[in-house]
C-alpha cells in the first residue's frame, strides 16, 4: 500500500478535464488498496477539509480569477493551518497536475520540503487562451516563469498523452512518460444498460436522421461555434442532421442566439445522462484548438460513436488512421463542413471504425492501466 497526494488547482464540485483525471485516478488508486490524499482549492460552499469516498481533501484559500479559470493561492491563517496538517502526514508521492498555477508551484515546494517523490502531469497541448493579444502575452508570460520555479523543484515530468509530452519540449522539459487520460470502461456499461432518457423521442428526431454530439464545456477554443455552423449549413444543404450539444460554458448564450432548428442545446448533464446522449449519437465532433486528450472523446468511443476531431492533443494516438476514425487539419466552419459531409452517407464505415477504436479503448485507456502505472511510481519503481 502507497500514500499518495494529488495537487490539482481545481477539483469537484468544480467541472473540467483535470478535475475529472484527478478524481477517477483517486478512486482507482484507493480500489487497488493505495492511500489518496488531494490538495486543491477552496470554491465557496465546499469544506477545507473533509473525506469523501475514501479521499481525503484539503481545499486552500484561493481568489478565484479569471471567471474560476485561474485560482490563485491565498497565505492567509487557514492556508497555514492546513499547510501544518498536510507537513504532518506521510507520502510516498507527490503528483502535480499541470504546471501554470501557483498553486502547481506550492505542490513541488510542498515535495521538496518533505524529501518525497515528485513527479508533474501536464494536461495541456497549447498555452492557455483567454482570446486577448495582451492577456495571452501576460498569460504566456506567468506559465513561462512559473515553469522555471516547476523545473527548479521537480525533475519528473510527464503528459497525460504524447502529444502533452511533446509540447512541453516548448519549455525544454524532457518528459519521462505518459499517464494516459482513461475512462471507467466498466462503469460506463454498467450505465449503458439501464433504462436512460431518449434524446431522440425527446427532441423528436427521425428514425433515419444522424446525430451529431457534443459534450463539454462551452467555450471558444473547442470549435463548438464552428460545429454550430457547420451543422446549419448542412441541414440548409438538405442533410437530415441534427446535434446535441452538452455543457455550459461562456459561449453558451451566442450559441443560443446563433442556434437554429435541429440543434439542441441540454444544458449541463449528470454522467448518466451524457452517456445516454452518447450512446445515442451517429458522430461525435469536437474541433478543438487545444486538448490534453479530451475526457469527452474517451467517453464517446466508450459509447460506440464515430469520432472527429482535431489533430490537437492525445485524439491521433488513439485514431491511428483512417479506419478509427477522423483527423482534421484545422477547425474552420468549411473544414469541420466537409468532413461531416464525407462521412456522413458511410454508416457501415463508421459502425466498423468506432468498433475497433472500441478496442483500442479497452486496451490502452483505462483507470486500471493508469492508477496501476502511477502505483509503480509511488512504489519507487521506474516506468518502461
Avoid at 495537487?7 to 484527478?22: A, D, I, K
Avoid at 427532441?203 to 433515419?208: F, G, K, N, S, T
Wanted: glycine share 8%.
Amino acid at each position: 500500500m502507497s500514500n499518495v497526494c494529488i495537487f490539482s488547482s481545481q477539483y469537484l464540485p468544480h467541472m473540467g478535464g483535470v478535475e475529472r483525471y484527478t478524481y477517477n485516478l483517486a478512486r482507482y488508486l484507493i480500489r487497488r488498496g493505495d492511500r489518496v490524499t488531494v490538495v486543491t482549492s477552496r470554491i465557496p460552499g465546499t469544506k477545507a477539509h473533509e473525506v469523501s469516498e475514501g479521499i481525503e481533501i484539503f481545499r486552500l484559500p484561493c481568489l478565484d480569477l479569471m471567471n474560476g479559470r485561474y485560482p490563485v493561492l491565498k497565505p492567509v491563517g487557514e492556508f497555514f493551518r492546513l499547510h501544518k496538517k498536510l507537513m504532518a502526514k506521510e507520502f510516498d508521492l507527490v503528483m502535480v497536475n499541470t504546471r501554470f498555477y501557483i498553486h502547481s508551484v506550492y505542490g513541488a515546494f510542498f515535495a521538496r520540503r518533505k524529501g518525497v517523490r515528485c513527479i508533474m502531469v501536464d494536461h495541456g497541448t497549447s498555452h492557455l487562451n483567454i482570446h486577448s493579444r495582451v492577456g495571452n502575452l501576460a498569460v504566456q508570460g506567468v506559465e513561462h516563469l512559473l515553469t522555471v520555479f516547476d523545473k527548479l523543484l521537480c525533475r519528473e515530468f510527464y503528459g497525460v498523452s504524447q502529444a502533452c509530452c511533446e509540447w512541453i519540449r516548448h519549455f525544454h522539459i524532457q518528459a519521462r512518460g505518459t499517464l494516459y487520460n482513461a475512462v471507467d470502461l466498466e462503469e460506463i456499461e454498467e450505465v449503458k444498460q439501464r433504462k436512460l432518457t431518449d434524446f431522440r423521442e425527446k427532441y423528436q428526431i427521425p428514425e433515419d436522421g444522424t446525430v451529431i454530439g457534443f459534450t463539454g464545456r462551452l467555450l471558444k477554443e473547442k470549435g463548438i461555434l464552428q460545429l454550430v455552423d457547420a451543422v446549419k449549413k448542412l441541414r440548409e444543404e438538405g442533410q437530415k442532421v441534427f446535434l446535441l450539444i452538452a455543457g455550459d460554458g461562456d459561449e453558451r448564450e451566442t450559441i443560443e442566439n446563433r442556434s437554429g432548428e435541429g440543434i439542441f442545446l441540454l444544458g449541463r448533464l449528470e454522467f448518466e445522462e451524457v452517456i445516454g446522449m452518447l450512446k445515442q449519437t451517429d458522430i461525435f465532433c469536437l474541433p478543438s484548438d487545444s486538448e490534453g486528450f479530451s475526457t469527452s472523446i474517451l467517453e464517446a468511443a466508450a459509447c460506440g460513436c464515430y469520432i472527429v476531431t482535431t489533430e490537437r492533443g492525445g485524439a491521433k494516438e488513439m485514431l491511428l488512421d483512417p479506419s478509427y476514425g477522423m483527423i482534421i487539419r484545422k477547425n474552420d466552419t468549411e473544414t469541420v463542413t466537409e468532413a461531416l459531409r464525407r462521412v456522413l452517407p458511410k454508416e457501415e464505415y463508421r459502425r466498423k471504425a468506432a468498433s475497433k477504436t472500441y478496442q483500442r479503448l479497452k486496451e490502452n485507456y483505462t483507470w486500471e492501466i493508469t492508477a496501476e502505472r502511477v502505483h509503480r511510481l509511488a512504489e519507487g519503481q521506474k516506468l518502461v
